[in-house]
């Protein structure tokens, strides 16, 4: 499964910089609003060193990493959801993806113009905040005007959803956002329906000078944290990820050592994305290669052999499964099964994170 995460913000926050460090892409980055007009794609590897350690101990010739695909989104702006700098195709392009990377601009700097005339990152979250909640507003609205006659008189599943969409749109209405609303399990998929722009989880990627990587205090960046407090926030320079993504290996190490960086914003930008809708990795392992796919938390051994090929599903007899602190631990499939670590399961076992599968099928 691909997931979509989509680059969002004020026009001149770093979006298109940002896309680019992502992506090795070539989408237009310049000092004017709406430099991007279609939405560039770019598909990411997931970074996951586990790889490499099985690779070498299986003695593989390829490692083929899971990804994502980030959409650099033309920059939003006031009154967007009435069509202000064709906000509403925009908009729709939101819509198309999982999950919303909000970057938003923390540092001063007088050759790049800010389209309000100075820097608030307070500012630029509530504008795109607003702008999102009444495109969910129009929406909800237009589904309201269609059902009001029918709920007064039709059945209570008619009701119910009448009542729904009250609810939501009241909070809308009061400023809060989809994703906020408690609901009932049972009517999840009817709101996935709705395709709510709110709905969407959010990563929020403060775009900084490189002063405060280094450590220095950072008013802007503070006073963003304040409104943002129980979000996941990713702090990086797009202009100093640019420098970073250039090199690799030892050139990489060093200059990422220069600035006290465990690894890069970008990395863990990708990373976050990849947790953001609770997916996990399992891992086929032999000497052609060893690959990661992406599942659900939670799937089921069948399913997430329908990942690989619908006939692995369909034929499920069952899985031969190694952790990978295991596989790590014992070197190899037949060190784990010596050990007594190679477990046979079925049809209800939750696939767990960095297991090493092989499965059985016939079709």
């Not at 101990?57 to 939003?76: C, H, M, Q, R």
């Not at 979000?231 to 990489?252: F, R, V, Y």
Request: with cysteine.
């Amino acid at each position: 499964m691909a997931l979509r995460c989509g680059l969002v913000g004020l026009p001149n926050v770093g979006k298109s910089m940002l896309f680019n460090g992502l992506s090795n892409g070539n989408a237009a980055s310049a000092n004017f609003p709406f430099c991007t007009i279609e939405p560039n794609v770019g598909v990411v590897a997931v970074p996951d060193s586990r790889m490499q350690l099985l690779a070498t101990l299986a003695d593989s010739k390829n490692i083929i990493p899971t990804a994502i695909e980030f959409v650099d989104i033309a920059g939003l702006v006031k009154d967007a959801h009435q069509g202000e700098g064709l906000g509403n195709k925009f908009l729709n392009h939101i819509r198309e993806v999982d999950a919303i990377v909000h970057v938003i601009r923390c540092f001063e700097d007088e050759d790049v113009v800010h389209v309000a005339g100075s820097v608030d990152p307070v500012f630029d979250k509530q504008i795109i905040d607003h702008e999102l909640r009444c495109k969910d507003i129009d929406t909800l609205t237009k589904r309201l005007e269609k059902i009001e006659k029918l709920a007064k008189q039709g059945p209570k599943a008619q009701q119910h959803t009448y009542e729904l969409l009250n609810l939501f749109l009241t909070a809308l209405k009061q400023g809060r956002d989809a994703r906020a609303i408690p609901v009932a399990a049972a009517d999840q998929p009817l709101i996935d329906e709705w395709q709510l722009l709110t709905s969407k989880p959010v990563i929020y990627f403060a775009n900084v000078d490189e002063a405060t990587i280094l450590g220095s205090a950072n008013p802007h960046l503070a006073a963003l944290k304040e409104v943002t407090e129980n979000s996941k926030m990713i702090i990086g320079s797009t202009a100093l990820e640019a420098q970073i993504n250039a090199l690799n290996g030892e050139e990489k190490d060093f200059f990422l050592k220069e600035y006290n960086l465990m690894e890069s914003a970008l990395d863990k930008l990708i990373q976050s994305a990849y947790s953001l809708l609770d997916l996990i990795t399992y891992f086929t392992v032999g000497p052609q290669e060893v690959r990661a796919w992406t599942i659900q938390n939670g799937t089921k051994a069948p399913q997430a052999a329908g990942v690989i090929h619908t006939d692995f599903q369909r034929g499920f007899i069952k899985a031969e499964v190694i952790s990978f602190e295991d596989y790590k631990t014992y070197k190899s499939e037949s060190g784990c099964r010596e050990a007594g670590k190679l477990r046979i399961e079925g049809k209800e076992y939750l696939v767990q994170d960095g297991d090493v599968m092989l499965f059985r099928f016939n079709v």
